[in-house]
């Protein structure tokens, strides 16, 4: 029988930055408890503690809490001082785990600004670049980069720690670069990548190709 793996197993490696002696809650405790919360539209620490407080008899089924639901400072307190990299690891061998990426699944990649994350006054934005797998309606994972010029370097980190074998990955015209088509046919996949005015030369070769070549299948 094949043993069933929880999201909690998955963030077990996630290293506690905690003096033993101060923690009251467990931190497997406090990523379940955010990760389920996220999940039903949280979007702040008093909202993952409301959810926490709401949802007390079914999350303690799962969790052992001798000391309640952590305070929303403690939610905020710890998660802001884990390891991002292996939180982000963590996260994507969970997704792996419950996304069956199927044949001719779009998976769209795309950059965002991650709204208020210049909060602190820098006029610095925190910049992300997603994978979304379409028919799982799931964040597949992340990769962040410093603005969204970086992108062109992030898109690759991020697909080579997906399995994309027979989907098809689309991606706007900032992904339109040979380095990116190569490593996503490595992965097996197959693409579809924007091609704006600004690419002349690309553009006029792709537009020859339309005139000149007979192509395999239409949908009109």
């Known amino acids: 029988m094949t043993k069933t793996t929880s999201a909690i197993d998955f963030f077990s490696s996630v290293t506690d930055p905690r003096v033993e002696r101060t923690q009251k809650h467990s931190l ?13 539209g949280a979007e702040s620490w008093n909202e993952i503690e409301d959810y926490g407080n709401a949802k007390v008899d079914w ?7 001798p000391n309640g639901i952590p305070s929303h400072d ?24 419950i996304a069956e990426l199927t044949d001719g699944e779009v998976v769209a990649i795309d950059g965002k600004c991650m709204r208020g994350s210049s909060d602190d006054g820098t006029g610095t934005y925190t910049h992300l670049v997603s994978a979304w797998a379409s028919a799982n309606n799931l964040l597949l994972g992340q990769e962040k980069v410093a603005g969204k ?18 989907c098809i990955v689309t991606i706007d015209a900032m992904g339109c670069q040979k380095e990116i088509a190569k490593v996503i046919i490595e992965r097996g996949a197959d693409y579809i990548l924007a091609l704006k005015g600004n690419q002349p030369e690309m553009k ?7 005139t000149y070549i007979k192509p395999s299948s239409e949908h009109v």
């Open 149 to 166: 010029s970086n992108e062109i370097t992030a898109i690759p980190k991020l697909l080579r720690i997906l399995e994309l074998k027979g």
């Open 59 to 65: 999350l303690e089924r799962f969790l052992y809490l």
């Open 74 to 97: 403690t939610f905020n307190r710890v998660i802001s001082s884990l390891d991002p990299k292996e939180l982000n690891d963590s996260f994507v061998a969970w997704t792996k785990s």
């Open 204 to 210: 006029g070769r792709v537009a020859d190709s339309f």
């Open 28 to 40: 497997e405790s406090i990523l379940f408890i955010s990760l389920c919360a996220v999940i039903c």
